[in-house]
C-alpha cells in the first residue's frame, strides 16, 4: 500500500490541489441572499467605479463610493435632491435665531431600519460622536468643527450652537458625516460592527457586503417616504474602467458610473443603453506658483490663460463633456458670477504680453500634472501645443497623484511645476470652501498666495447668513481673482454615466450621490 | 538518511532565521512607507481641509509623535495579533487583510494550477521532440508568456469571452466562472517561463545514463518519461515556481484589478494610493510572512522529491 501511494505521489499531490481548489471555490461562493423576485420591484446592479470604502460609518470616510451607497442607507436632517436643491430631510424645518444658534424641528414617525425610533436624542448623539474623539480621527470632522454643541430642546426639537458663523451649515447638514446614525444599535454593537453593518433611516438597509467586490441593499419597507419601487439593488465594486463598460455592455451591470469620455461614443452606438451627462462640481484649473519667475508676473499669467483655446479643447479632447469657466468653480457652484466671461482665446495678445513682461520665446515653463489621470495628460498636451505657438516651450511632468497634491503643490517654491493640474471638487456648490483654501494666505494648497482684499471680503461673506450679501462679496471676490488671474480655469467637468434600457426613473446625480427611491426596472 | 531530530532542528533553525527577516521588513517597509509623504492630508484631500484640520488628525493619529515611538507601538501591537487600524476605513487591518487573503489564495494557486496544466506537456512535449515545429510553437508560446503585460492580457480575455462570445463574466467574485478569466490570464503568463523550464530540465535529464538504461530495459517510453525524467526535471522548476512567489504576488495585483477580484493585491494597490501606513505596513508584514513560509515549505519539498539533499 506504502509503495502504491509512493509510485503515484505525483498524482495525489495534484488531486490533493484540485481539492483545495475546489474547497475554496466552494468556500467563497456565499450563500445567496433572498431572491428578488420573491420581493416585488426587481433588481438593480450598479458599477461602482471607486474602490470598496470599506467603512460605512458616516464619521469615517469621504469616498464617492461611499456616498453613492450610503446616501440610500441613511438620511441627514436635510435632503439635497438629484438637482441639488435642498429640502427638508429628517428635520422639517428651521430657523436660525443668531449666526451662531440655529433650530431645528425634526420629523415623527420615523424608524431606523432595526426599529429604533428617530427623535432629537439620536441626532445629538450623532453629532457628539462627530465631534467627540471618535470622529476627531476621521476625515468628516473638518467639515463640521464649526459645530461647539447640540442640544435636545424636546423630544423632536434640537438646536445647533456653533462656535462661529458657517453660513454653508446647511449645505453641510446633507453631507456625509452628517447622516443620523442609531445610538442604541451603536452602543449596543460598537462602531467598528456599525462600520460594517450599517444602520439608518434610509430606502433600503444593507443585507450582505463581501468586503472589495460588492454591497447588497434590500428595500426597507417602513421608510417614512414609503417604500421604494425596487427590491433590492447591488453595487459591484469595478475600479477599471474597461472592465466596468465590458459588465454594462454585456447586462452584467444595469446602470454605470464614470463612463470615460473617450468611451461615451461606445455607449451611445448602443440601442440599449442609455448615456446621461450631467454637469458636475468639479472643476480643473491650471495652479500658477506666483512665487517664481516668470508666473510671479500678472502679464505672464495672463499671456498664458490667452494663449490656450480652451474652446477647441473641450470640443476634441473632452467631446463636449466639460463647460468653460471664469473662475475656480463650477456655473453650479453659490458665488459664481454668470457675468463674468471666461478669458478669451487671444494668441496675438498672449504674445504682445509676453513680450511686455520681457520674456524671451523659447523660454521654459513646468506644467506638472497627474501622470495616472489620462484624460487630464490630453488636455496637457494640448495646453503644451497652444504655449508652444507664443513661444513658450511647456515641459510636461507627469507625477504620482498623492505626492502631487500633498507634498509638491503644497511646497510651493516651483516643485510641483510653473504650472499645475489643479482639481477640485466643490461639494458644499459653495464658494466658501474654495476661497477660504485656496485664496487665504498659509492654507495647505496655498502656500504663496495673499491679498489682503481679497481676505476681508472673505471674512465678509463669512460672518452673515444674508444670502444676498454674501453673493455681492463673492461677486467682488470672483473679479479680483479674475483679473489677478491667480490660477488659469480650465472647465467644469461633465460627469458621465450609463444605463440600461430597462432602467427607469434614474436621475444622474450632479454631486455623485445615486438616490435610488424612485428608480424602477422594466421585470 | 534524514533523522527525524535533523529535520526538527534544521525546521527551528528556518522559524528563527524567518522570524529575523520578517522583523527587518517590518523595519524596512516601516520607515520606507513615511518616506512617501503625510496621510494626514492624503485623507482629507476630499474634503477640502484647512491646514489646522490637517494638524488636527495628525496629532489624533499619532502621527506627530517621534518615529522610534510609532515603531515601537506598532511592533507591540503586531506580536499581540494587533496590526493596528486603517487610516482610510478605521476598520482593524488584520480583519482586512483576513478577508480578503482567502480571495488572493484561491486566485493563486488557480493560477499555478492553469500554469502547470499548460506548461507541463507543452515543456514534455517540446524536450521530446527538438528542433521540430512542435518545439518551435512551443518556444514562441513561452516568449509570448513572458512579453505580454497581464494586465493588457486580462483585458483582451476579456473582450473576447465576456463582451464578444458572453461566455464568461468580465468582473466579480464567488462563482467558479468569476474564476475562470483571472487564473488563466495568471496562468497564461506563468506557463509562459514554466513551459521553458521544464523543457531545458526535461532535456537535461534526458540526456543522463540512467534514462538511456530504463530505455534499454524495456520500459514504456510514457512511463521512462513520467517515472523516470520528469521527477528528477522537476526539481530546478519547483525551485524556479517557489522562488517567484513574490513576483507571483506583483502580478497578482493587476489582475484583481482589471478583474475587480478582491484579493489582497487590490487592497495593497489602494493602501499605497491612500498612504494607508498601518494597512501597507501589514499587508506587507504579511505577505513577508507567506513568502518566507512559502520557501521553507519548497525546501522541504525538496526532501520528498529528492532524498539525496542534505539539510545544511
Known amino acids: 500500500m506504502v509503495q502504491v ?221 414609503g417604500p421604494a419601487k425596487l427590491a433590492q439593488v447591488t453595487f459591484e465594486f469595478v475600479t477599471e474602467d474597461s472592465t466596468r463598460l465590458a459588465d454594462l455592455q454585456t447586462g452584467a451591470i444595469d446602470i454605470m458610473q464614470a463612463v470615460p469620455v473617450a468611451q461615451a461614443s461606445v455607449v451611445k452606438s448602443d440601442p440599449s443603453l442609455h448615456l446621461m451627462p450631467v454637469s458636475s462640481p468639479t472643476v480643473y484649473e491650471l495652479g500658477t506658483d506666483m512665487s517664481v519667475a516668470p508666473t510671479n508676473n500678472p502679464k505672464v499669467r495672463l499671456a498664458i490663460a490667452e494663449a490656450i483655446n480652451m474652446s477647441a479643447i473641450i470640443k476634441t479632447v473632452l467631446h463636449g463633456y466639460a463647460q468653460r469657466i471664469s473662475t475656480f468653480q463650477g456655473p453650479l457652484s453659490f458665488g459664481n458670477d454668470p457675468n463674468l466671461k471666461p478669458y478669451p482665446y487671444d494668441p496675438t495678445q498672449s504674445k504682445a504680453l509676453l513680450q511686455q513682461a520681457g520674456v524671451k520665446p523659447g523660454t521654459t515653463v513646468t506644467l506638472g500634472y497627474v501622470g495616472s489621470d489620462s484624460t487630464f495628460e490630453q488636455v496637457a498636451q494640448a495646453v503644451a501645443g497652444y504655449l508652444q505657438q507664443v513661444g513658450l516651450q511647456a515641459n510636461l511632468q507627469p507625477y504620482d497623484e498623492n505626492t502631487f497634491f500633498n507634498n509638491l503643490i503644497p511646497a510651493g517654491q516651483g516643485k510641483a511645476g510653473d504650472l499645475w493640474e489643479f482639481g477640485w471638487g466643490g461639494w458644499t456648490l459653495d464658494f466658501d470652501n474654495t476661497a477660504v483654501l485656496l485664496y487665504t494666505p498659509k492654507q495647505f494648497w496655498n502656500p504663496t498666495y495673499s491679498n489682503p482684499e481679497v481676505t476681508s471680503l472673505i471674512d465678509a461673506e463669512r460672518s452673515t447668513l444674508d444670502t444676498q450679501t454674501r453673493l455681492q462679496d463673492f461677486y467682488k471676490l470672483d473679479t479680483i481673482l479674475h483679473n489677478q488671474v491667480v490660477g488659469i480655469p480650465l472647465y467644469d467637468v461633465t460627469n458621465l454615466w450609463a444605463t440600461d434600457s430597462r432602467v427607469h426613473g434614474f436621475v444622474a446625480p450632479p454631486d455623485d450621490r445615486v438616490w435610488l427611491w424612485p428608480v424602477s426596472v422594466s421585470q | 538518511m534524514i533523522w527525524p531530530l535533523d529535520l526538527a532542528w534544521y525546521v527551528v533553525r528556518r522559524l528563527v532565521n524567518a522570524a529575523a527577516v520578517i522583523l527587518l521588513v517590518s523595519v524596512v517597509v516601516f520607515v520606507a512607507i513615511r518616506l512617501t509623504g503625510d496621510p494626514a492630508a492624503s485623507m482629507l484631500q476630499g474634503v477640502e481641509p484647512t491646514r489646522q484640520a490637517i494638524d488636527q488628525l495628525r496629532h489624533a493619529l499619532g502621527l506627530d509623535q517621534p518615529l522610534w515611538r510609532q515603531y515601537e507601538l506598532f511592533l507591540a501591537g503586531a506580536l499581540h495579533g494587533n496590526l493596528g487600524t486603517s487610516y482610510d476605513t478605521g476598520q482593524p487591518v488584520a480583519s482586512l487583510i483576513g478577508s480578503r487573503l482567502g480571495a488572493t489564495a484561491l486566485l493563486a494557486v488557480a493560477g499555478l494550477v492553469v500554469g502547470a496544466l499548460i506548461a507541463f506537456p507543452v515543456g514534455i512535449i517540446a524536450a521530446l521532440r527538438p528542433n521540430s515545429l512542435v518545439d518551435l510553437g512551443a518556444r514562441m508560446f513561452a516568449l509570448a508568456g513572458i512579453s505580454f503585460p497581464n494586465f493588457w492580457l486580462g483585458i483582451m480575455l476579456i473582450t473576447i469571452f465576456s463582451v464578444a462570445l458572453r461566455w464568461l463574466p468580465a468582473s466579480g467574485y464567488g462563482t467558479w466562472q468569476s474564476l475562470v478569466l483571472p487564473a488563466l490570464t495568471l496562468g497564461l503568463i506563468l506557463s509562459g517561463i514554466q513551459s521553458r523550464l521544464v523543457r531545458s530540465s526535461m532535456l537535461e535529464v534526458l540526456r543522463h545514463d540512467y534514462v538511456r538504461t530504463a530505455r534499454a530495459k524495456g520500459l514504456k517510453e510514457r512511463s521512462v518519461i513520467m517515472r523516470h525524467a520528469l521527477r528528477n526535471a522537476l526539481i530546478p522548476v519547483v525551485t524556479y515556481m517557489g522562488s517567484t512567489f513574490g513576483a507571483l504576488l506583483g502580478g497578482i495585483v493587476f489582475v484583481e484589478v482589471v478583474f475587480s477580484w478582491p484579493g489582497i493585491g487590490s487592497l495593497a494597490y489602494q493602501a499605497v494610493e491612500q498612504r494607508d501606513f498601518p494597512l501597507v505596513q501589514g499587508i506587507v508584514v504579511v505577505t513577508a510572512s507567506l513568502l518566507v513560509l512559502m520557501n521553507l515549505l519548497v525546501d522541504l519539498l525538496y526532501l520528498l522529491l529528492d532524498p539525496q539533499i542534505h539539510l545544511e
Not at chain 1, 429628517?90 to 425634526?106: D, F, I, P, R, Y
Open chain 1, 5 to 225: 501511494l509512493a509510485r503515484h505521489k505525483g498524482i495525489l499531490a495534484l488531486g490533493a490541489i484540485l481539492a483545495l481548489s475546489a474547497g475554496l471555490v466552494g468556500g467563497v461562493v456565499h450563500p445567496a441572499t433572498a431572491s428578488a423576485k420573491a420581493l416585488s420591484g426587481g433588481s438593480l446592479v450598479i458599477g461602482e467605479a471607486d474602490a470598496d470604502p470599506g467603512n460605512f460609518d458616516p464619521i469615517a470616510t469621504f469616498t464617492l463610493a461611499w456616498g453613492e451607497i450610503a446616501s440610500n442607507i441613511f438620511d441627514g436632517l436635510v435632503f439635497r435632491t438629484p438637482t441639488l436643491k435642498i429640502q427638508p430631510g429628517l428635520a422639517t424645518s428651521w430657523k436660525w435665531l443668531n449666526t451662531t444658534h440655529l433650530v431645528m424641528q425634526l420629523r415623527h414617525n420615523v424608524l431606523f431600519q432595526d426599529g429604533e425610533p428617530f427623535n432629537a436624542n439620536a441626532v445629538v448623539f450623532t453629532f457628539d460622536r462627530l465631534t467627540g474623539p471618535l470622529g476627531q480621527k476621521g476625515p468628516e470632522y473638518a467639515n463640521y468643527n464649526a459645530i461647539q454643541k447640540v442640544q435636545a430642546l424636546g423630544t423632536y426639537e434640537v438646536e445647533f450652537t456653533l462656535s462661529h458663523p458657517d453660513p454653508t451649515l446647511i449645505t453641510k447638514l446633507a453631507g456625509y458625516g452628517a447622516m443620523i446614525v442609531p445610538p442604541k444599535y451603536i452602543e449596543k454593537y460598537g462602531s467598528t460592527y456599525f462600520g460594517t453593518h450599517p444602520i439608518g433611516t434610509g430606502p433600503f438597509k444593507m443585507v450582505k457586503y463581501v468586503k472589495g467586490s460588492e454591497v447588497v441593499l434590500q428595500r426597507f419597507d417602513k421608510y417614512w417616504r
